[in-house]
C-alpha cells in the first residue's frame, strides 16, 4: 500500500491532482462501468486539465462562481477538479431545487457561469426551469446572456451533446481548450493559494434563506485526508459512490477522499439499489458510501438476487442514526467489516468525528466516533460557552482546518457561527465519554432531518408565506420511521379563507425541493406561546406527533 506524499495547507486541489498522477499514473482513477467510462490518474490529469483550460478559454478567472446543477454524471467529476486547477470556485446545486431556490442561489452567490444536465426525474426539467428564470437565452448567443432577473449569469454550459438555444454543451468547452496553452494553466494554477475559496455549498439556517458555505482547498483536502486515514485508503482501493456530489458527502468524503489517498473512484449517476451492487461487483470496490436508508435499500436487493461483494471493507454510513441490525447486515451480508460512521456538518468540510475500522460494532451503532485527526473537539454549555465535564450534555463545537473561511457575504452569520477563539458552534447536542467518542442527542437549532436531508424550518415558512391564503406559518419535524423525520406546517389562513393540505402541497411542487414539502398540513387558529409571545415549537411538535400518531416513531429527544 502506498499513498500520495504532499503537505496539507501546502497544496491546492490541482497541485494534488499532479502529484497523484505523477505517483500512481497508472492507478484507476475514475470509472463508470455502466458507461464505459474508465480513465487511470494519468489520463486523469489530462483531461481535467482540458477542461480547465475550457473554463480558461471562456474567459472565468480565478475565484470566479461556477455552479453545476446535476446529479453524479461524469462531467461533475472533471468540473470539480478541472476548476480545482484553474481556480474558479464551484457552487454545487443541490439536484432537488426548483426555480424560486435556483434563481435565489445563482444570484446570492454572484454565479457567472451554471453548467446543467436535462434533469434528473423528468427529462427536460431543468432546462424548463432556467428558461423560465432566464427567458432571454432562447434568443442570446451562448456566452452572451443578458438574464433581467441574473444579471451576472452570462455562461449556460449543457453537460451532453445537445444543442439548445444559447447554450454552450461540453464537447463546445473541450474544444475550447485548444486556445489555452499548457504553460497558461500552470501559471494560473501556481498562482492559486491553497487558503483561496474553491468550493461553496448552500446550507440553510433557521433566520432565513440558505447561506453559502466558503471551503477553501485545505479545508476540503485536510478534511479528505483524514477521512481517509480513518477508512484505512490507499492506492489499493475502490471506492462506490451513489451519494449526491452536491452534498460534501459526495464531493469530499467521496471523490476527494478518494484522489487524496490514491484510491479510485466508481460513482452511481443516481441511486439505484441494483446499480450500485453491479458497481461494487463490477469495479471490484472495496468501499461503499451511503445513508442507512440506501444500505437497507441494497440489503433488498441482495435478498432478490446475488451479488458479489467480497471485495467490500469499508466505507462512510453517515447521515442520520445507523440502526444496529443494519450495521450487523452490512458487516455479515455485504462483508464491509469495517464500515465507519461519522459525524459532520457542510461548515467543517464536512467531517467532525468518525468511528475508526478498529472500533467495535457497538461504538459504531451507538456513537459517531471521536474527532478526526488533526481536529478539536468540545461540548460546552449552550448558555455560558464553558466546557462541561464528559458524560454531560451540551453543544458539540469543533476547531481546526477543516472550519469553513465563512458565509458568502453574510459577516454577520459568519460571526454568530465561528467564535473569537475559532471555534464553531455547531448547534447539535452532543454527550462526550471519557475516551472522546460522541453521541448527538438533540439539536438547539429547529433542524429537521428527513432521510439524511437537513431541512430548515424557516426557509419553508419563508416560502409558505408567499401563498396569498396563508397569514402565518410555522414549520416543524415529527418522527418517521422510514424518513427519521418528516416535516408538518401549522397553517393559520387568513379571515374568510378555507385550504387543503391538496391545494399547499400543488403550490409547493416544482417551486420548492420535493423532501422540503410538507408531508402534513394542519390549520389551525392560533400557536402555543410562552408568556411573552415566543411561539413554542416544542410543543407544535409535540401535538403534530400525538395526531399523527407518531409517538411510537419518536426517537430523538427534542431539547
Given amino acids: 500500500m502506498a499513498l500520495p506524499q504532499f503537505e496539507v495547507g501546502k497544496t491546492t486541489i490541482g497541485q494534488l491532482v499532479d502529484i497523484v498522477a505523477d505517483g500512481f499514473p497508472d492507478n484507476k482513477a475514475l470509472e463508470y462501468h455502466k458507461q464505459g467510462i474508465s480513465y487511470d490518474y494519468g489520463n486523469f490529469r489530462q483531461v481535467c486539465n482540458q477542461v480547465a483550460r475550457g473554463f480558461m478559454a471562456l474567459g472565468v478567472e480565478r475565484g470566479e ?67 423560465d428564470v432566464c427567458p432571454e437565452l432562447k434568443d442570446c448567443e451562448p456566452g452572451k446572456l443578458d438574464c433581467k432577473k441574473l444579471p451576472l449569469l452570462k455562461n449556460v454550459i449543457f453537460l451532453g451533446d445537445e444543442r439548445h438555444p444559447g447554450m454552450y454543451n461540453w464537447d463546445d468547452i473541450m474544444k475550447m481548450a485548444d486556445k489555452v496553452s499548457d504553460d497558461d494553466l500552470k501559471a494560473r494554477q501556481a498562482s492559486l493559494d491553497p487558503d483561496d475559496v474553491i468550493n461553496m455549498q448552500y446550507t440553510s439556517g433557521t433566520t432565513g434563506f440558505p447561506k453559502g458555505v466558503m471551503l477553501t482547498h485545505t479545508n476540503l483536502i485536510g478534511n479528505a485526508v483524514s477521512l481517509g486515514e ?48 453491479a458497481t461494487v461487483q463490477a469495479s471490484n470496490c472495496t468501499a461503499l458510501h451511503g445513508v442507512p436508508t440506501m444500505f437497507i435499500a441494497e440489503l433488498e436487493e441482495m435478498k432478490k438476487k446475488n451479488y458479489d461483494t467480497s471485495h467490500l471493507r469499508t466505507g462512510i454510513m453517515a447521515g442520520s442514526p445507523c440502526p444496529i441490525e443494519v450495521m450487523k447486515k452490512v458487516v455479515s451480508d455485504m462483508g464491509a467489516s469495517e464500515m465507519c460512521i461519522t459525524y459532520g456538518q457542510t461548515e467543517a468540510s464536512p467531517g467532525i468525528t468518525m468511528t475508526r475500522t478498529s472500533d ?32 454531560t450534555q451540551g453543544e458539540l463545537c ?20 465561528i467564535d473569537k477563539d475559532n471555534w464553531l458552534h455547531t448547534g447539535d447536542l452532543a454527550i462526550m465519554d471519557k475516551d472522546g467518542y460522541c453521541k448527538i442527542t438533540g439539536r438547539i437549532k429547529d433542524m429537521i432531518i428527513r432521510g439524511g436531508e437537513n431541512i430548515y424550518p424557516r426557509e419553508i415558512e419563508e416560502f409558505l408565506y408567499t401563498h396569498p391564503k396563508v397569514k402565518d406559518v410555522q414549520v416543524v ?83
Avoid at 457552487?91 to 442561489?105: A, G, K
Fill in 65 to 131: 462562481k461556477v455552479a453545476i446543477w446535476a446529479n453524479n454524471v461524469p462531467q461533475w467529476v472533471l468540473t470539480q477538479f478541472g476548476t480545482g486547477k484553474m481556480g474558479a470556485v464551484l457552487v454545487t446545486v443541490n439536484t432537488n431545487y426548483r426555480s424560486f431556490e435556483l434563481e435565489y442561489l445563482m444570484k446570492q452567490s454572484d454565479a457567472t457561469t451554471l453548467l446543467l444536465i436535462g434533469g434528473v426525474r423528468e427529462p427536460d426539467e431543468y432546462l424548463k426551469v432556467v428558461y
Fill in 230 to 277: 480513518c477508512m484505512n485508503l490507499s492506492d489499493k482501493d475502490m471506492m462506490c459512490i451513489p451519494v449526491p456530489f452536491f452534498h460534501c458527502f459526495g464531493c469530499v468524503l467521496g471523490t476527494l477522499t478518494c484522489v487524496v489517498s490514491a484510491a479510485g473512484m466508481a460513482p452511481v449517476v443516481s441511486f439505484k439499489p441494483d446499480d450500485v451492487l
Fill in 360 to 391: 467495535s460494532l457497538d461504538r459504531r451503532v451507538s456513537t459517531v466516533g471521536r474527532a478526526l485527526p488533526n481536529v478539536e473537539v468540545k461540548i460546552v454549555d449552550p448558555a455560558t460557552g464553558e466546557e462541561v465535564p464528559r458524560g
Fill in 398 to 417: 469543533t476547531r481546526g482546518y477543516h472550519v469553513m473561511k465563512g458565509y458568502y457575504k453574510n459577516p454577520e452569520a459568519t460571526a454568530s457561527a
Fill in 477 to 559: 419535524g415529527v418522527p418517521s420511521r422510514k424518513y427519521g423525520e418528516e416535516v408538518a406546517a401549522f397553517v393559520q389562513v387568513k379571515p374568510g379563507e378555507t385550504a387543503t393540505n391538496e391545494e399547499m402541497r400543488a403550490y409547493c411542487k416544482d417551486k420548492i425541493a420535493f423532501h422540503k414539502i410538507p408531508a402534513f398540513f394542519m390549520f389551525v387558529e392560533d400557536y402555543p406561546t410562552t408568556a411573552s409571545g415566543k411561539i413554542q415549537k416544542y410543543k407544535l411538535r409535540e401535538q403534530a406527533t400525538k395526531e399523527l400518531g407518531r409517538e411510537d416513531d419518536a426517537t430523538i429527544e427534542t431539547a
